[in-house]
């Protein structure tokens, strides 16, 4: 373990963080390690927090390597948050500094989603059947093969953009819209966003011989029935401690974006040793050493089933629902683990969290989306993030996967989170005009 007083780690980031972030940054500084950032350069973080602050793009993974070597940091760490893209980049950066992380490999498994169903295969995790698709053709082939109804998604995507379900043997030119909407979509996120396709020579260095496309390669799988949960687990040296499990809500299909979160998920005794020691296995089968994990598993009528699989802490409300059910910060921990530190934790639940995403139900140009100030400074309004921006335009599936915001909030039990929350929404004032420029 480095206790040198004089530690250096490197934070990795797409986008600026929340107000519980910099306090974790905060805290860490306190305990004398020095904090370099490493990002896009697409936003201005807090004055005072990173002794270096350091741009590049950062779809350019081999350039982003060579232009970190030329500045001739030492490094004892390297953390990353939510930016599900960047963790390639991440394991690598761990790999030429020489240290704690997961290796390059296990980074891109848990990264395409084609490669992590490989990996499910090969050490028998239980997983939907799976096709890989570059055409559309493919996947209409492919669907008529594994069976109605079923998935397809991107293989480099998240949040659920681009994923929609194929329900019966449909002909070409009545899903050919939806497939062309979701590419489109996609490739605006590989060009504005956190979504992007690997060079050949990039791959190679993830320890993968053939070219993916993140972008535009799909996957078509079984569909499995049944509600859904998240796990955010600490690994830090093989060692599994899940922090928060969560129910989410999805919208119905065709589409898949997630409408709400409930954290912490309860179940009978037997049902939760069943997901715990599911999520344990999927860990150790894809050899995830050191970082933040965030899985998630569909209880099917058969049992849990692993659907997602990341080396990152789940996004968006998940750090502030750990965070407000636990007290544990995650980006504090990721930190912690980075460093190599040991870490040790007493688990009690502190309350519960109640999240809903502002989705939009029609197209259209946002012109007002606010909640008023005493909503922004009710103690039990945990979380507000308004996204989108007065002006721009806004669309649901299958136009396009886009969002407002969210807001989460807390209560003593789950009946009075959902009451608090119903309140809030309540209050948030909306208004998206219905004719588009």
């Known amino acids: ?38 990002s896009d350069g697409l936003f201005t973080p807090r004055p005072g927090i990173f002794d270096l602050e ?40 761990s790999k030429q500094w020489d240290v704690p992380g997961n290796t390059p490999r296990t980074a891109f498994l848990c990264r395409s989603k084609y490669h992590m169903r490989l990996q499910m295969e090969q050490r028998d995790i239980s997983a939907p059947r799976f096709a ?49 909407n979701s590419i489109r979509y996609l490739k605006q996120l590989a060009v504005a966003d956190d979504m992007f396709a690997f060079s ?52 119905a299909p065709p589409y898949f974006v997630q409408e709400a979160e409930r954290m912490p998920f309860q179940c009978r005794s037997a049902l939760m040793e069943e997901i715990l020691a599911l999520n344990r296995r999927t860990i150790e089968a894809f050899e995830i050493t050191d970082s933040p994990v965030h899985l998630e598993i569909i209880l099917s009528p058969s049992g849990p089933r692993v659907v997602e699989l990341a080396c990152r802490i789940g996004a968006d409300n998940i750090h502030d629902a750990v965070l407000q059910t636990t007290g544990y910060s995650l980006m504090y921990e990721a930190m912690k683990i980075a460093l190599g530190e040991p870490r040790s934790y007493s688990m009690e639940s502190r309350c519960h969290t109640a999240m809903q995403y502002l989705l939009p139900r029609s197209s259209g140009i946002v012109r007002r989306l606010s909640f008023p100030r005493q909503v922004q400074i009710d103690p039990d309004v945990t979380e507000i993030k308004l996204s989108a921006k007065v002006g721009s335009p806004i669309a649901p599936p299958p136009l396009s996967f886009d969002f407002l915001g969210y807001v989460q909030v807390r209560g003593a039990t789950r009946s009075s989170a959902e009451a608090k929350l119903r309140e809030t929404l309540e209050q948030l004032e909306i208004v998206i005009s219905k004719d588009v420029p």
């Open 200 to 251: 050949e020579e990039e791959l190679s260095l993830f320890g993968i011989s053939d070219y993916f496309d993140l972008v535009t390669d799909y996957l078509v799988e079984e569909f499995i029935p049944g509600p859904e949960i998240s796990i955010d687990s600490m690994v830090h040296r093989g060692e599994v401690t899940p922090l928060g499990i969560a129910e989410q809500v999805r919208m």
């Open 132 to 180: 890989l698709c570059r055409t559309f053709d493919a996947i209409v082939r492919a669907a008529a093969s594994i069976g109605f109804p079923c998935v397809a998604k991107p293989i480099g995507g998240n949040s659920s953009s681009g994923t929609f379900l194929i329900e019966s043997d449909v002909r070409s030119k009545e899903l050919l819209p939806v497939y062309e």
């Open 1 to 38: 373990m480095n206790t040198r007083m004089d530690r250096h780690l490197l934070i990795v980031t797409g986008s600026d963080y929340t107000d519980q972030v910099y306090s974790a940054f905060e805290k860490i500084k306190a305990e004398g390690v020095r904090l370099s950032l490493l």
């Open 54 to 93: 350091l741009s590049y793009d950062l779809r350019k993974t081999s350039e982003v390597l060579d232009f970190l070597r030329g500045k001739n940091l030492r490094l004892d760490g390297v953390a990353i948050k939510t930016s599900e893209w960047l963790t390639p980049l991440v394991a690598l950066i």
